[in-house]
């Protein structure tokens, strides 16, 4: 058996399947997957083959109905609540396809939600001048240092995304978990975005990306596609 | 620190909020204009009450009264809590004006004009005599004839307005006043077989608006001793059916009315052999609420069901707000999802909404207190400048006796209101804000990525 200490992030054998009404829609069966410190894993299938789902189990947003899921060797399953939650906090950081920013906060105000989320007042107090430095020196890495003080809706869809990218870094997460980050935008703003993961990879990040797109999926270190809630093949 | 910025964040730009905020200032204003007018009328009512009948009553509702009035009176000057002592006759009898000739029965009440304004406010009801009281029953006309103040409502006009229609001069009207003399047994007084009726003339030398419409459309004042005479009640022992008495500057009513009860339980223990001492035993002591519990608590009944009436709209403002933060959190349904997503606890999505709901009230309540002191500052102009314009009145001044609508407000009643819209927007607000806290992020960002 393999050992799951060994990797960043594991699943071993997920079962995920939901009630649509009076159907249920059987959603992942049996997945196995292991993540290594550092890695590019692309997870590819076509829409409803629970690529999504298994990204949300990863991030402890959702629990699977069987199989166990491992971070560092240690299993989820046994995280209290306020445990998952700073796993979400400090150990992962999620990029959406749609980016989903907070309307009503800044560029910056949104980068540094991840921080304060994980603060009390008082360290708020204490941390806030250098999460505010880390936040500016990654929105100038992702190319918007000029843009700090505008609102979501007054930037384009890849800018979003790349204040996604940054909020997602700002607690320097061991993974970065995205969820289709080019599925909505345009080819040349697309590569963009990929450019992005490409350097932070290059840089040491572990990543896990759910794209339905060949293309981007080959830009990964590993490749897992997913067919009928399984994998049918990793190259 | 996120459960700070949200808050204030989302209040500031979104336009729902304005929604909320105007929801809840609407409510607090009405209750702070209806609960200021309707507790400025109560107030202003028990107030005249308490005004007119001074702090403690020794009556009875008997019409032969009772005797050895004057000896208590002297007992009570002495003690260390009591200001002054007035004795009242309360009476019927026939007032028929000599002039008109028009007749009607009607109240009588006698005063000792000396010690009632000392006891009572009475001297400021006055008109003619307001600055010199002692003359109120010497008509200015000829200070020799007999007088009698007659109550405002029975005599001068009131226009629209709520103004009196006072003449500039007194008028020498006189009205013959007859009684029907009661012996100290309660029989009425005979000479030879037949019943005797006392009756004398007397002059209008005032008029007296106490502000109690019932007083001031039934009363006429006359001298304490002229009514005991028409009443037969200065035949023997003297009588008198009242005494008023007005306890010193601090003295707490309840305490000393409760004294001025166990001086005359002693007094009349010590006369037990008077000749009349039955008549003691229809006397009651009371302070001057309970004295006229049956005019101030239909009143005070009417303050209670208004506030109960209040406290429904205060579950609309709830039920509002429980609407308005159904539909910003069904708005915001994906926030709370990236907030768990970014590793927000349950009880930190509840803080923010909760917060929310704290800061709508907060403003709600402020916006609506202000605008309502605004509006009671002008109430009364307003009104003048309706009933210019168009006639308008909130009580017909001739019906009702109403001068100013009332318009001070009690900060105690501010903060409450306030408080309470607080708490209606954190109640409002608590049931959605429990239910987003515990939606699972992953259901809604699904939802949304759909």
Known sequence: MTNKNNYILSCNDIYKSYQMG???????????????????????????SGKSTLLHIFGALDTPDKGGVFFEGQSLARFSGGKINEFRNKKIGFVFQFYHLLDELTVLENVLLAKMAGASALGWFVASD??????????????????????PFQLSGGERQRVAIARALMNEPDIVLADEPTGNLDSQ???????????????????????HDERIAAKAQRVIKLADGRISAAY | MYDILLPIKFFFRRRITILAVLAVALCVFTVVVVMTVMNGLVTDFTDKNHTFFSDCIISTDSLVGFGLYDEFMSRLEKTDFVASVAPVINAFGLVESES???NAALDLMGIDIARHIKTTDFADSLYYRKDTPMLAFKPVYDTNLPGCIVGVDLLVER?????YSQLSFLPAWSYLITCFPLTPKGALAKTGTQLSANSKTFYYSDNSNSGLAKIDSTVVYLPFDSLQSLCGMDVGTKRTNAVFVKFKKGCDIDVCTQKVSGLWQDFIKEKGDFAFAGLFGTISVQDWKTYRRGTIAPMEKEQTMLILLFALVGLITVFIIFVIFYMIINR??????????LGVSRFGILRVFLRLAFLIGLFGAAVGILFALVFLANINRLEGWLFDKFGFQMWNR??????????RTVPLLLLAVAACAVAACLLGALLPTLSAAGRKCVDVLRVNQL
């Open chain 2, 398 to 407: 001739e019906i009702y006796a109403i001068g100013e609508i009332p318009h």
């Open chain 1, 189 to 211: 703003t697309g590569s963009g975005i990929l450019k992005v993961f490409e350097k932070l990879h290059r840089q040491g990040q572990t990543i896990v990306m759910v794209t």
């Open chain 1, 130 to 151: 250098a999460a505010k430095k880390r936040a500016r020196q990654l929105l100038d890495e992702m190319g918007l240092s000029q843009r700090v003080r505008h609102r």
């Open chain 2, 332 to 341: 915001k349904s994906k926030d709370i999802g990236i907030l768990k997503s």
């Open chain 2, 159 to 163: 226009q629209k307005s709520g103004q």
């Open chain 1, 22 to 48: 009076a159907t249920r829609l059987d959603v992942l069966r049996g997945v196995n997957l292991d993540v290594s410190r550092g890695e590019f894993v692309a997870v590819r299938g076509a829409s409803g």
């Open chain 2, 100 to 102: 008109s000739g028009k």
